[in-house]
């Protein structure tokens, strides 16, 4: 426990991991007892939760887990009190008593079951299969769809990353193929005589149900409507037919038997071979084929594992889905459009995905997206379907792009680099009373499953204490919300336990195929009254808390129109640093913080002119792509994200992390900016001089060519950790790409700033505020009573 | 007895300046011994003449496209039929005419040869055949009958040859009496002699046309005159009565007398030479011996004799003159007594019945500015087009057009044209002539858009024309004007195809254009169902389209396209360079869409290879095939929608009800049944289409173009009413193979599917017939698409198939005027002409009603009345549609003994020479599969399309079939004649020790009685006994004699009909006999009378009208 705060507390040492064992972080370490204390500390209590995270010293027991009894059904834990006489344990979330069951009779003070550990606060139990059915391991399956409304060499590309992506594939994974454009083409790869493609037409809103039925893959066999009128008995029919999971494997094919197919079907692969009427958009039915995508996976057996992943490399202009016409006078909607409501097919596309998603999430599969375009493609209206079944998401501009191939590449690699991609999660919530869950931020979607722990309040996917992720991986993310409501008994001083209990549980099917849940149990303080201002304080995690905040922004810009995202960060950093500040009122220069929360403010500005506020500098696709990460990274990824990482390499000295502001350019360094998104390599007026004069070529300037090096080595880490693989522009002082940098760098020398420019240095051409105005601001506004 | 009167009576009517009326009176008296008497003109059955002349045109047989020939027989050249010849007798008819004598001069046509009937005279066969035209000779007849038929005149036999004898009765114009006799001698040919007589000589000459005179002239003249009245009709009855005589007198009438009187009697016969041809032929088949078609060549000649009935050409003389009509007449006295005995005093071997002609005729479709009378469309003909087309392409109920819609519905008769623009010519006809008039396009009447044509009349110099179909005077365009010359025609007239024949060709130029003419595209989808699969039916289909592609059109602009389906529709991408076809699947069956925007249909050139391997494959691939679901409307849908854009024909193989998707029918014959107690009355809706979606959908086929052809290889219930509606509405046809058998129908759908895609046809196109002001279109009916009023829409259309006109008058004719009749057909043809075909025919106008009766055309009329009955039996019960047949057939022979017939016994049944076989026709349509209450749905329904678009030519077989024995064609003549020797449809002539072939164009019965000689049996089916002959029969050929002819027997079938026989075994005392036996019209059967019931019926119904 104490490490827990410890690692909470000390999130910002780089060299310690800032998640922990329990990968969980908290906004609040010591939660405020009361609704009113909690409402007074601005930042909502959340926690930020990676179910799955990758952990060395993870302990995996192989048996099933001990409950406690409903409803209450927790696991047992670290901090469950157990009277090893009477074989007895109190679970800390309800206090119930439970029985150890006779296998465990053997427990004692000096023979403990490893859940029981303290310091495995976080287990993995891999319990035997019950049946031999259930022991066979389901093969994971990928479906590919593919869009073919490109041009020559972008189908060229996507042609080469589908072969690499087959040749990776391990051989019991499971392959279907479907291409669409004006029409979606669905691939039966397990006919041998020739080439056989379902074909279905772009135009029109399938069902679920009618894709099997057309398919044959239903499991009645039957048509609507036609049983009666053919005469024909029921049971025949049914003798006739396949058995709709056996007949499945007519699209989806082992990859060891499908590889040459696939491969021969891609060398044959065109363009969409429908005429496109000059002025107009190709038609792409990008909808309809998801649809059938989707459609056919809700043959497979449930519980099976399975992805879509679409290659789409343009908007979606016909049936269902569609976000614009085909006629090119109409643009793609912007924000300003969708502010305005004037996008007039986004809704409908929303809903239809929304449809979609929820499809999906019944039968359990993911829909990954990996969008290539110059143009949108409709990431903004397909957003809701790539969230909430937890797939992948990767924007770029070419299939040819790195960020493309690279990413695409990562899907199917296996080893250390691999994503870990797991199918199949449940997470479950469980807390102590006196504690409601409001929602889930992330890449899930809520299971319906309401309880005394539901908050009244919704935040994300909630009115659930149970959330369904189709897909996860190491690194997925997700930001609980938590509402304190104390009950009247609960109240009384005295009575009540000083620490609150919080277990995640995350059943999930492991890359392998085997399914582990997870228990990961924490507990946090609570703090009474509100004078303890302090120990909250002590507690309060900023880079949680920027991150939090940022979804939950970004979430209300979503949902809530007119909503004036810069004026709500604004004043909830002002009341919170009215609240947490020290200061003599009126008095602005007497403002000082916590180092707690020292940069709390910088994090509010850079997310005030970042991405996620800021939206009108970005497309939808790119705002809906950007809030999707954020959504579902860790906390010290989405830092990045809020606020660019910059080191700075110079012959003078090490590589050293530099203040994002423009003062930080100077001719003679490199500096590396990682936003998580782009990384970009700066190279100082005279470095670049230097490199293109060739010095580093030359033996005697070693150094040189080791500084230039240095930045790339280091970018070629972030980029190798990190999915979707971040952009790398490199980029030369006062070039044109250097625009990656100056965007972010704190304006402190604009064209018309006050102080004189160093030389070498740079100023930035905006009216935006710099950062030390923004602070002038803060204090003062703080300071006012 | 009453006969006797008959006669007399007869003759007035002849007379041509009575009026018909005469008749009723008399024919009163008569009334109570009313016999009955058919006059039919049998017609003499040519027998086998051979004609060797004929050669010729045989030769060319390469020209017609070949009717698919069985696969392995060779057949297709074999134009034997052409062969025969037609039997001199034929000339001998023509010469008649003369005898205009007032009597009716019973002309006797010749009677041809009726041969072999006749003598067997049953005592009591009262029939006669009335025939020649001259009552009196019946009344004679009558007597003679009864006694020494035959006997007498042996003699007959130079009878014959002497069809010249003919000749000289019409010499001899006053004799006319006797010359009626003579007619009746004609009986004599009955005589048992008489056919080889006739074979022989005649046949051959007729063709050399002058020879034939020559003939006449000797011997004929005595024949008649003498010998023949008197005898004959003792003799032989029935058969040759018929043939002939009667009816040419009358016309002779007038003309008559001077032709005869030139001693030239010969010269006429000549002249008919060409006529001759005609006549035989015609008489034969038909029974109407007659036939003149002889078309006299003078002018005079006119009056040929013919029989009666047809006139031909016979002027429109003075009225006193026309009266020849009179029929035969038959009158049974004893009948009439007892009425319920009538059966038995009928002879059934006197009764008038079809009599097949070998011989081949020459047709001038006008001579002397009048237009000649055509030979029956079941004959065989040559026609020389000069000036209205040839009957093949149009022909009309009546041949005389009456002035008045009042005439019109007294005769009772229906006034419809029959047009089948690509009928298959004669390969010694002369093709039709393409004329193109540059960019100015061809000449039409600016006021009703009429195409110019050879009576159009040019006047004032030339400088105007007066339009024949709305009598517009337009200014002849300068670079179209010509002068006149002396006759009054213009001078280039000979020269200029559309100025002097009936049928011609234009180049349509851009403005009878809305796009590029169209590309020939042929789309072919296949049934993969479990059932069709296991059938065989995919593999039939998949092996008969690969080895039709060697059929299709050569060249760039022929592009094909392959689908199947079963519960979903698969589409193949024939383009790709590499590696197989594609195959891409549509699933979504409510609402279907192409896969592809392209590849799917491509030219033949650039995909044979892949098309061939892949319909190969097809079969394997598909073998495991579980579904059994159908979804027929949505695969032609998508069918259609691939071929949108060009239009085309969609060939369509289907095994099973459809059962999903669009266009999704249930199982009503199951319901049928089920409901069966609800009553009959409900009954025909089942024969209706289950709903409208179909028709929509083939509405909009047709606005595309797209024309769809369906082949049911199938052994359920497949609702033909509604999926018919398919291919009657674009202009295709159903093709039925019921129950299907991989082993015997593999052939016969490879056939079917080679002849339909090489036949001649066109593609888009659209039909008008416009009429002279007095008459106007009343209704077109076939396969068509009709979108506005006056036209139809073809999305195409073939040699095979015939649109029925029916017209009504508006105004009035001027007697002596002419009607004019014009087709114009625009179409592209598959090599990517636009054409507009252009096809005349103008006809005299007519107010006296035997003129109408002389001039019926009878297969041309019945074809109307098969046609209106299957239209009839959807919305009506079929006993309803029954007795309106029935009614339709008494109140025509009740209108011509009303006012035409001049037998005063009431106890006759007098036919009309030219319709005689109305009765017998009509009781075999009444108990054809279409109107039996016992039909499988899907039959009568499949009957029902079927007839829809028959021709003439194939429509009598299919109602009234031929049948011949097999195992005895060794002993027949070598002469090509095999199929003459046809056996009436009667179970009495089935003996127990023969094999009989049986075929209506359609199917053909092999029927295997229980006691045939296996020697036989071994010859032809290779087994010893009548069960070990295979069910699903396959025709081969073994190495002897006999089995190579029956061979050759099929494929000459198969010629004639352009149909590949589905050859079927019928073995008495298998339930496969039972296949065979409704056929067998003639006899009774539980549901309808035997055919001399059915004479009796009708005639108790006219006397029951008359009364």
């Known amino acids: 426990m104490a490490e827990d705060l410890a690692g909470g507390v000390a999130g910002a040492a780089a060299s310690v991991d800032p998640d922990g064992p329990d990968g969980v972080r908290m906004t609040w370490n010591a939660w405020p007892r009361s609704k009113v204390e909690a409402s007074k500390c601005v930042i909502p209590v959340a926690a930020s939760i990676a179910p799955i995270r990758a952990s060395p010293s993870l302990l995996v027991l192989p048996y099933a887990p001990l409950r406690c009894k409903p409803p209450c059904a927790a696991v047992l834990n670290p901090f469950a009190r157990v009277d090893f006489a009477a074989k007895i344990w109190i679970c800390p979330l309800c206090f119930s008593r439970n029985h ?106 399938i069902s679920k149900e009618q894709i099997l039925d057309q398919l044959g893959l239903s499991a009645a066999g039957l048509r609507p409507g036609t049983a009666g009128a053919s005469g024909y008995p029921k049971a025949r029919l049914q003798a006739n037919g396949l058995l709709p999971s056996g007949s499945v494997n007519r699209f989806l094919l082992p990859a060891s038997d499908c590889e040459y197919a696939l491969n021969a079907l891609l060398d044959e692969l065109q363009t969409d071979q429908w005429p496109v009427e000059a002025g107009n958009r190709a ?24 992805r879509i992943i679409a290659l789409v490399g343009g908007p979606c202009t016909e049936g269902p889905g569609m976000i614009v016409s085909k006629d090119l006078s109409e643009p793609v909607r912007s924000h300003k459009d969708l502010d305005k409501d004037a996008a007039s097919h986004f809704h409908k596309a929303v809903k239809f995905y929304d449809n979609l998603a929820k499809q999906l999430v019944n039968q359990g599969h ?143 099917q492991n890359p392998e195929g085997q399914m582990r849940l997870r228990v990961t149990t924490v507990t946090r303080r609570w703090v009474d009254g509100s004078a303890n201002t302090e120990e909250l304080v002590e507690g309060f995690d900023q880079e949680t808390a920027a991150v939090v905040l940022a979804r939950y922004i970004s979430l209300k810009m979503e949902m809530e129109e007119e909503f004036d995202a810069t004026r709500w960060l604004d004043r909830s950093l002002i009341r919170l640093c ?71 390499y110079s012959f003078n000295s090490p590589p050293a992390p530099a203040l994002l502001d423009v003062a930080s350019i100077s001719a003679d360094r490199i500096l590396l900016l990682d936003t998580y998104f782009s990384v970009v390599i700066f190279h100082g007026m005279t470095i670049a001089q230097w490199r293109n004069m060739g010095y580093q070529n030359q033996p005697e300037h070693q150094a040189f060519a080791q500084l230039l090096q240095a930045p790339q080595d280091d970018a070629q880490m972030i980029i190798r950790d990190r999915f979707p693989v971040p952009r790398l522009v490199i980029c030369d002082q006062h070039g044109s790409q250097a625009r990656f940098l100056l965007a972010k760098l704190n304006p402190s020398a604009t064209y018309n700033s006050a102080h004189e420019v160093a030389p070498g240095s740079d100023i930035i051409f905006t009216d935006d505020v710099s950062l030390q105005v923004f602070y002038e601001h803060l204090q003062r506004l703080a300071v006012q009573s | 007895m009453a006969s006797s009167q008959p006669f007399p009576s007869g003759p007035p009517r002849p007379r041509p300046g009575f009026s018909p009326n005469p008749n009723p009176n008399p024919n009163p008296s008569a009334a109570a011994d009313a016999i009955q008497n058919l006059q039919i003109g049998r017609p003499p059955p040519p027998s086998a003449v051979p004609g060797v002349a004929a050669a010729p045109p045989f030769t060319s047989p390469a020209s017609r496209p070949g009717p698919p020939p069985a696969a392995t027989s060779l057949s297709r050249p074999g134009h034997p039929p052409f062969a025969s010849r037609p039997p001199p007798s034929s000339a001998p008819i023509t010469s008649n005419g003369p005898p205009a004598f007032g009597l009716g001069a019973p002309r006797f046509p010749p009677p041809p040869p009726a041969s072999q009937q006749m003598p067997p005279v049953s005592g009591p066969a009262t029939i006669r055949a009335a025939s020649p035209s001259a009552a009196p000779p019946q009344a004679q007849v009558a007597r003679s009958f009864p006694g020494s038929p035959p006997s007498a005149h042996p003699p007959s036999s130079q009878p014959f040859m002497g069809p010249p004898p003919s000749s000289q009765p019409f010499m001899s114009p006053q004799l006319s009496s006797q010359p009626l006799m003579g007619p009746l001698s004609s009986r004599p040919f009955g005589g048992p002699p008489s056919s080889q007589p006739f074979g022989g000589p005649p046949s051959s000459r007729p063709f050399g046309g002058p020879p034939s005179s020559q003939p006449f002239g000797g011997p ?109 007449v038959m009158g049974h006295s004893p009948l009439a007594g007892h009425q319920v005995s009538t059966p038995s005093k009928i002879d059934p071997n006197q009764i008038p019945r079809p009599v097949p002609s070998t011989s081949v005729v020459l047709f001038e479709t006008r001579q002397g500015n009048q237009a000649n009378i055509p030979p029956p469309a079941t004959s065989d003909f040559i026609v020389k087009d000069n000036g209205n087309c040839s009957p093949r392409l149009m022909r009309c109920t009546m041949n005389q057009i009456p002035c008045t819609g009042d005439l019109l519905s007294t005769s009772s008769m229906p006034l419809a044209l029959m047009v089948q623009p690509f009928a298959l010519p004669h390969p010694s006809e002369e093709p039709i002539q393409v004329v193109d008039f540059g960019e100015s396009g061809p000449l039409r009447c600016s006021r009703c858009k009429g195409y ?34 002396p006759d009054g025609r213009r001078r280039d007239a000979d020269e200029r195809p559309e100025l002097c024949r009936g049928t011609v060709e234009f180049v349509a130029t851009k403005e009878y254009m809305v796009r590029d003419p169209m590309p020939a595209v042929f789309f072919f989808i296949i049934d993969v169902t479990m059932n069709a699969i296991q ?19 050569e060249g760039p602009r022929t592009m094909v396209g392959v689908a199947t389906f079963d519960s979903s529709i698969h589409f193949y991408n024939l383009k790709r360079a590499s590696q197989q076809p594609l195959m891409l699947i549509v699933p979504d069956i409510q609402d279907v869409y192409t896969p592809l925007h392209t590849d799917l249909i491509v030219q033949l050139t650039e995909c044979r290879q892949n098309l061939e391997q892949l319909l190969d494959s097809i079969p394997n691939m598909f073998e495991n095939n579980r579904v059994t679901e159908s979804a027929f409307g949505a695969a032609i849908k998508a069918g259609f929608l691939a071929m949108k854009p060009t239009g085309g024909k969609l060939l369509v193989f289907q095994s099973v009800l459809p059962s999903v998707g669009i266009g999704s029918l249930s199982s009503r014959e199951a319901e049928g049944r089920t409901n069966i107690s609800s009553g009959d009355k409900e009954a025909h809706k089942l024969l209706q289409p289950a709903d409208k979606t179909l028709k929509t959908m083939a509405i909009e086929f047709a606005e595309y173009q797209v024309c769809v052809d369906i082949f049911l290889t199938t052994q359920t219930f497949v609702d033909i009413a509604s999926i018919s509606v398919v291919p009657r509405t674009t202009g295709g046809q159903v093709y039925y193979y019921y129950p299907f058998s991989a082993v015997s129908d593999t052939a016969k759908l490879y056939n079917d599917l080679r002849w339909n895609i090489s036949r001649p046809q066109g593609f888009e196109a659209v039909m008008r017939v416009r009429c002279s002001q007095g008459l106007q279109v009343q209704e077109y009916s076939g396969n068509f698409c009709k979108r506005i009023p006056t036209d139809i829409d073809l999305p195409a259309i073939d040699c095979d198939k015939t649109i029925m006109v029916t017209f009504k008058h508006d105004d009035k004719f001027q007697e002596g005027s002419e009607c004019g009749f014009q087709c114009a057909l625009l179409y592209t043809t598959v090599y990517g002409q636009r054409r507009i075909r252009i096809i005349n025919l103008s006809l005299p106008c007519t107010s006296m009603l035997s003129n109408l009766f002389r001039s019926a055309d009878l297969d041309t009329q019945f074809a109307c009345f098969l046609k209106q009955a299957a239209n009839g039996v959807p919305t009506s019960p079929l006993s309803q549609v029954r007795d309106q047949i029935t009614n339709l057939c008494i109140n025509i022979l009740h209108s011509y003994r009303k006012y035409c017939a001049t037998v005063s016994s009431s106890g006759q049944l007098i036919l009309p020479e030219a319709l005689k076989l109305l009765p017998l026709y009509t009781l075999a349509l009444v108990k054809s599969i279409g109107l039996r209450n016992d039909g499988r749905l899907d039959d009568r329904s499949y009957w029902i399309s079927h007839v829809a678009s028959l021709s003439i030519s194939l429509a009598i077989p299919l109602v009234y079939p031929r049948m011949i024995s097999i195992h005895d064609l060794a002993s027949k003549e070598e002469d090509g004649s095999l199929l003459s020797a046809t056996i009436p449809l009667s179970s009495e002539h089935i003996n127990e020790d023969g094999i009989y072939l049986l075929e209506n164009g359609e199917d053909g019965l092999i029927y295997v009685a229980n006691m045939v000689n296996s020697d036989i049996l071994q010859q032809l089916f290779g087994v010893s006994s009548a069960d070990g002959i295979p069910t699903q029969l396959v025709l081969q050929q073994f190495d002897n004699d006999l089995s190579k002819k029956l061979n050759d027997v099929v494929n000459e079938i198969r010629r004639q009909r352009c149909s590949y026989l589905r050859l079927r075994l019928c073995r008495k005392g298998d339930p496969s006999g039972m296949f065979f036996f409704p056929y067998m019209v003639e006899d009774k059967a539980p549901g309808g009378l035997s055919y001399v019931e059915f004479l009796v019926h009708v005639h108790r119904q006219i006397q029951t009208k008359m009364a």
């Open chain 2, 535 to 553: 059938t065989g039916a995919t593999a039939a289909a998949c092996t008969a389209v690969s080895q039709a592609l060697a059929e299709l059109p």
């Open chain 1, 578 to 648: 009215s609240r947490f500040g020290d200061y003599r009122k009126d008095d602005p220069a007497s403002f000082t913080l916590h180092p707690n929360f020292s940069i709390f403010p910088q994090f509010m500005f850079n997310l005030r002119r970042s991405q996620f506020v800021q939206v009108f500098n970005n497309s939808p696709d790119e705002t809906a792509y950007f809030r999707m990460l954020l959504n579902r990274e860790s906390v010290t990824n989405s830092v990045v994200m809020i606020q660019p990482s910059l080191l700075s």
């Open chain 2, 220 to 328: 004929s003249s005595q024949p008649f005159g003498g010998l023949p009245a008197s005898q004959p009709f003792s003799g032989l009855p029935a058969s040759q009565p018929f043939s002939g005589l009667p009816a040419s007198q009358p016309f002779s009438g007038p003309p008559a007398s001077q032709p005869f009187s030139g001693p030239p009697a010969s010269q006429p016969y000549t002249a008919p030479p060409m006529p001759f041809p005609g006549p035989p032929t015609s008489s034969s088949p038909f029974g109407t011996p007659s036939w003149q078609s002889q078309a006299q060549q003078g002018v005079p000649s006119m009056v040929s004799m013919q029989a009666p009935p047809r006139m031909f050409g016979m002027p429109p003389h003075t009225p006193g003159q026309t009266m020849a009509s009179v029929p035969p």
């Open chain 1, 366 to 508: 993911v829909l990954d997206l990996f969008a290539s375009a110059l143009d949108q493609v409709g990431v903004a209206e397909m957003k809701v379907v790539v969230e909430r079944t937890g797939g992948l998401v990767v924007l770029a501009e070419s299939f040819g792009h790195s960020v493309f191939k690279d990413s695409f590449k990562r899907i199917f690699e296996d080893g250390e680099q691999s994503l870990g991609l797991s199918f199949n999660g449940t997470l479950e919530i469980n807390c102590s009373k006196d504690i409601k869950i409001q929602g889930v931020i992330g890449p899930c979607t809520s299971l319906e499953k309401k309880g005394a722990l539901c908050a009244d309040t919704i935040i994300g996917q909630g009115n659930t204490t149970s959330w369904r992720m189709c897909g996860l991986d190491r690194s997925t993310c997700l930001t609980a919300f938590f509402d304190i409501s104390p009950s009247e008994r609960s109240s009384q001083p005295g009575s009540t336990n000083p620490q609150l209990y919080i277990q995640f549980l995350t059943n999930y």
């Open chain 2, 452 to 485: 110019v044509n050879p009576f159009m009349r040019f006047v004032d110099q030339g400088r105007h024309f007066t339009c024949n179909l709305c009598g517009f005077t337009n200014e002849t365009p300068r670079d179209y004007y010509c002068n006149l010359g």
């Open chain 1, 283 to 306: 038609l792409r039915c990008t909808g309809v084929a998801l649809s059938v995508a989707a459609g056919l996976l809700g043959a497979c057996i449930p519980g099976t594992g399975a």
């Open chain 1, 100 to 205: 150890f069951p006779p296998h465990y009779a053997a427990i004692s003070e000096t023979n403990v079951p490893g859940e029981l550990y303290p310091q495995c606060t976080t287990v993995e139990y891999a319990p035997p299969p019950i049946d031999a059915a259930a022991a066979a391991i389901p093969p994971p399956v990928f479906l590919f769809v593919l869009d073919t409304c490109l041009i020559e060499e972008e189908l060229g590309f996507v042609k080469s990353a589908m072969r690499r992506a087959i040749g990776l594939l391990p051989d019991h994974a499971l392959v279907g193929l479907v291409t669409f454009g004006t029409q979606v083409y669905l691939y039966e790869l397990g006919f041998s005589d020739l080439s056989k493609i379902y074909v279905f037409r772009g135009t029109k809103e």
